[in-house]
């Protein structure tokens, strides 16, 4: 299935701006890509391409197969950002190397996803007033889906580990993955623990601080690729 055929998001660098790298974001339970036009502006601002999947647990295959096609067409380098049910997405597609990738940020992983949120459940996504409201409206979210059972039998399955840098973003009030329960789905990754991020942490009340976050662990990584130049070249 072409990426044409699922929904998606774009948000371009500026223009007259060489794209630094492509971000290819992968949402979470019951997100959909517009979810994620306050995050995707952000980093493209910043001069990072961006590209916003479907939710995988509505169609596995079809996102799967979407993502795939992003990652031929971007311009590297590549960096798969998955929330909730997307992060175990992107890690097992770049564990399996069905998507060639330079880095992985992975934010609130779930975990074994045992817990089921009946009340409050915009509360317990996500810690920004403004975000909330975006929630409440419903255009971009299915609420109810945080359920044990949407994650898919694929994405609860182990993944040996990756040799790519990872950025691990959680929430340190996530009532849904509590950090505790999840810290050993980090290993390797270097985490950074959001102060009030709930679980929807790239949309926390801090998400500047978290996209400030991300686009540094974007230059460093552009900076680990590129070689050094002489003392008289200008940039």
Do not use: W
Not at 8 to 22: I, V, W, Y
Not at 33 to 45: D, H, K
Not at 49 to 76: C, I, N, P
Not at 193 to 203: E, I, K, Q, S
Request: proline share 7%; with cysteine.
């Amino acid at each position: 299935m072409m990426t044409t055929q699922t929904p998606h998001a774009a948000f371009d660098e500026p223009d007259g701006l060489a794209a630094r790298g492509t971000v290819l974001v992968l949402p979470g339970r019951g997100e959909r890509p517009g979810l994620y036009q306050r995050f995707g502006r952000r980093l493209a601002a910043d001069a990072y391409r961006v590209r916003v999947a479907g939710d995988a647990t509505a169609d596995l295959e079809a996102v799967s197969a979407q993502v795939k096609d992003f990652a031929a067409d971007a311009v590297g380098p590549v960096v798969l950002a998955g929330s909730d049910t997307g992060a175990l997405l992107a890690r097992h597609l770049v564990a399996s190397g069905a998507v060639p990738a330079d880095a992985l940020v992975l934010a609130g992983l779930p975990g074994t996803g045992k817990r089921a949120i009946v009340n409050e459940e915009v509360e317990l996504r996500a810690s920004c007033p403004t975000h909330q409201t975006i929630l409440r409206a419903g255009e971009h979210v299915e609420l109810g889906a945080l359920r044990p059972e949407r994650i898919p039998p694929l994405l609860r399955e182990p993944v040996p580990p990756v040799s790519v840098p990872v950025l691990g973003l959680h929430g340190d009030n996530d009532f849904i993955a509590p950090f505790a329960e999840v810290a050993g789905d980090y290993a390797g990754a270097r985490v950074s623990l959001v102060d009030d991020g709930r679980h929807d942490v790239l949309n926390s009340a801090h998400h500047r601080s978290v996209a400030a976050t991300i686009v540094l662990f974007l230059e460093n990584l552009r900076a680990e690729r590129t070689p050094v130049t002489g003392a008289g070249d200008v940039r």
